[in-house]
C-alpha cells in the first residue's frame, strides 16, 4: 500500500508563489499516474493538474493553465506542483493522489477515482 504525504502549504500573498510536494512511502510503479486535486472550504475537491509515469503527458485544469506546473522525481518517489500568480480564491487544501493507468504514458482520470490520496496541505492566499 502506498502512502502518500504532501508538504510545501503555506500563506502566501495574492500574485506570490508556492511548491508543493508529495512523497510517496514507496516506488511508484510504471502503470500508475499521479495527480494534484483541491479542496476549498464549502467546495467539492476539484482536479488541477496530472502527470504520467514518464512525465511525457501532462494535463491542467483550464484555471491554472500558465500559471502551475507539475513534474516529477520518479527516482526519489517525489511530486511537485509550482504554483505561481496565486489568487486568493485558490486558498484550499491541495491533496495528491496516484492512480492505475494503462501504461507509463498514460495519465490519470481527472475524476478523482485515484487508489491511493494523501492528506493534504493548506494553502493559503492572502489578498
Known amino acids: 500500500q502506498v502512502q502518500l504525504v504532501e508538504s510545501g502549504g503555506g500563506l502566501v500573498q495574492a500574485g506570490g508563489s508556492l511548491r508543493l510536494s508529495c512523497a510517496a512511502s514507496t516506488r511508484i510503479s510504471s502503470n500508475y499516474g499521479m495527480g494534484w486535486f483541491r479542496q476549498a472550504p464549502g467546495k467539492e475537491r476539484e482536479f488541477v493538474a496530472r502527470?504520467?509515469?514518464?512525465?511525457?503527458?501532462?494535463d491542467y485544469a483550464d484555471f491554472v493553465k500558465g500559471r502551475f506546473t507539475i513534474s516529477e522525481e520518479n527516482t526519489k518517489n517525489l511530486l511537485y506542483l509550482q504554483m505561481n500568480s496565486l489568487k486568493p480564491e485558490e486558498a484550499a487544501v491541495y491533496y495528491c493522489?496516484?492512480?492505475?493507468?494503462?501504461?507509463?504514458?498514460?495519465?490519470?482520470?481527472?475524476?478523482?477515482?485515484?487508489?491511493?490520496w494523501g492528506q493534504g496541505t493548506q494553502v493559503t492566499v492572502s489578498s
Open positions: 493522489a496516484t492512480d492505475s493507468v494503462l501504461d507509463s504514458d498514460s495519465i490519470m482520470s481527472p475524476y478523482q477515482s485515484g487508489d491511493y
Open positions: 502527470i504520467s509515469f514518464t512525465g511525457s503527458n501532462t
